[in-house]
């Protein structure tokens, strides 16, 4: 289905040995109890449950849900964050909806994964982060990648204190948080009844708006993306699971570097990046970056047209966080560009 996403953390703290890392869990997660039929109640509208798997190269591979994988939706739907059970916020957006939907569990690096409840294309979405790895998971909680990249974050001696006090909580915040999504809005689901307008209301007033508003309205994350892509004339924006300070350290360590292609049209990322938004006639496109295995990590941008995903650019990075010819564009009917040919699409 969609490109999907990164994640992060925690509260009262528990050890890894293996890894020296802390883990703070979160304080604000229970579990309920259902039976069988009210689990039902909330699946019954469901039409595919794909599981997505992404490895350190930015490839992807699709299946669908085994046993596992309905435990662990049995699980999402038992949750309940603060005050607001997961189970009767599904059901209230299917009935609000009148529709259908799909779930998919997006399976990242190490232990980093998502499940995902898509409504209209994507139109509404409800993020749900894990920490999953093998045959364990834990809903709503840190992740030891994210507790690696937040100590790591912690010895950078070009932060202060506060800054990394910010991204500590930043991401704390993210991992802690289930995400519902209306036409790109974020709406604070613990708060929904004592806004002036009801879930349905804002549903519709957003639709409404939407079907006469190009999808370009000005995000949070838009001043972060301006800061870190600074020469391009496109909208983007930073995936709200990325990490803002990873994504600057790779701009930084490509700035006034050009891609590694023996031609002498060789561009930058930022280059490359802004002509396939034009040439796709994009009207956003939302930057993510993840750290690799065997590589140093990769780039990508995903280009939208009024909130339809129309391809995913992704930039393989060597150890040091430099761009190399790996490059790649999936567009969302399947085809696929590499290397050059992505280069030599981009300028014609």
Known sequence: ??????????????????????YEKNPYVTKEQFTSDEIIEATKDMLNATVETYDSSGNTSKRKFENFEYDILNSVLSTKYKDVSLRS?????????????????????????????????GAVTLTVPLRMN????????????????????????????????????????????????????????TNMNGQKKSFSETYLTTS?????????????????????????????????????????????ANDGYMLPFAHMAAPSIESVSDDIYFKLGADKAII??????????????????????????????????????????EFSNGKELDSWDVIRYAQE
Do not use: H
């Open 208 to 252: 409404k708006k939407t079907d006469n508003t190009p999808a370009t309205e000005v995000s949070s994350n838009v001043t972060a993306a301006k800061d870190i892509f600074e020469f391009v004339e496109g909208k983007y924006e930073i995936s709200e699971y990325a990490s803002v300070e990873f994504i600057k350290e790779i701009m930084k």
């Open 1 to 22: 289905m969609k490109k999907l996403f990164r994640l992060l953390l925690g509260f009262s703290v528990l050890f890894m040995v293996a890894c020296g890392s802390s």
């Open 134 to 189: 093998n045959k364990e998971y834990a809903v709503l909680e840190i992740s030891e990648y994210t507790a690696k990249n937040i100590e790591r974050i912690s010895k950078n001696k070009d932060l202060s204190q506060q800054e990394k006090d910010d991204v500590k909580k930043r991401e704390y915040d993210y991992a802690w948080t289930p995400v519902l999504n209306i036409y790109g809005d974020v709406i604070d689901i």
């Open 89 to 121: 916020l599904v059901i209230g957006v299917t009935k609000t909806i009148g529709d259908t939907y799909d779930v998919v569990l997006a399976k990242l690096q190490y232990d980093l994964a998502y499940m995902v409840f898509i409504w209209n294309d």
């Open 288 to 329: 993510d970056a993840a750290a690799g295995n065997m590589i140093g990590a990769y780039l990508s941008v995903t280009y939208y047209k009024r909130n339809k995903q129309l391809a995913v650019l992704y930039f393989m990075l060597d150890e040091e966080l430099i761009g190399t010819q790996d490059v790649r564009l």
